[in-house]
């Protein structure tokens, strides 16, 4: 089974202090000559922007697999003031195996990033680009970053263990860490009971949690205090990937 989800939000908000610039004069001590520094602070209006689009096979299952889009801006309304513009993509790429089994649970995730930045470099006391005397450094923060992340958790018992690792380019330079880690765990309800029409939601930061039986009319107890263990075992071993 499939499913598609595209979410979007926006809003209107009002910045007092753009750049942000020092609120007084100062003496600048990195010129040799000492000049006193009169910092312009400059307000102005915004329109954030966030969507998110997701194509996801396998949503009633035990595993999936996702393609999932991220997008996040920051605009300001003065086009004087663009410099102070933000935005950022992600796409990402891959799958994850959630299983329960008689004496505990295994969890499996990975995926592939493409992550691509843009924000321009200004000088805090001015709102103007930057350079170092004769170069232009305008686009120094912005980055492209790529690369796998791979997480996997595994109990028995009261016995659990985790990997996680990523490797990834930005601009040009290679990064990688890997950790395997001694989880203590904990003690949750039978797994025997989940056998009717469960459903697992997973946001798009690897975040997942488990619904309550749907064809109960009413709540299950049993799912719902498997649900809160369920949780606390994800927050206590980390699981939160970005």
């Given amino acids: 089974m499939s499913a598609v989800t595209i979410t979007m939000q926006t809003g209107y908000g009002s910045e007092s202090n753009v750049y942000p610039s020092p609120s007084a004069s100062y003496v600048d001590l990195a010129d040799p000559s000492t000049p006193t520094i ?4 400059q307000s102005a209006t ?3 922007i966030d969507a998110t689009s997701e194509i996801r096979c396998g949503v009633r299952d035990e595993s999936h697999f996702k393609l999932h889009y991220d997008f996040a801006g920051k605009f300001y309304t003065d086009k004087a003031l663009k410099n102070g513009n933000e935005l950022s993509h992600r ?3 891959g799958g994850m195996l ?4 008689s004496r505990g649970f295994r969890y499996w995730s990975s995926r592939f990033v493409i992550e691509r930045h843009e924000q321009d470099a200004y000088d805090r006391d001015t709102g103007d680009t930057q350079s170092a005397g004769a170069d232009d450094i305008t686009d120094r923060l912005n980055y492209t970053k790529l690369g796998p992340r791979i997480f996997y958790d595994r109990q ?12 990834y380019i930005r601009n040009s330079t290679t990064h990688s860490t890997t950790s395997i880690s001694p989880k203590k765990s904990i003690k949750r309800a039978s797994t025997s009971h989940i056998d009717h029409g469960e459903v697992r939601k997973s946001d798009s930061w690897g975040r997942n ?3 309550v039986c749907k064809p109960h009319d009413k709540e299950c107890k049993r799912c719902a205090i498997q649900q809160q263990q369920r949780s606390r075992v994800r927050l206590r071993n980390g699981r939160h990937l970005s």
């Fill in 98 to 101: 959630d299983q329960d089994t």
């Fill in 209 to 211: 949690e488990t619904d």
């Fill in 46 to 48: 915004y329109i954030p």
């Fill in 156 to 167: 028995v018992g009261q016995i659990g263990w985790g990997l996680k690792g990523s490797t």
């Fill in 91 to 93: 796409i990402y790429i």
């Fill in 38 to 41: 009169n910092p312009v602070v």
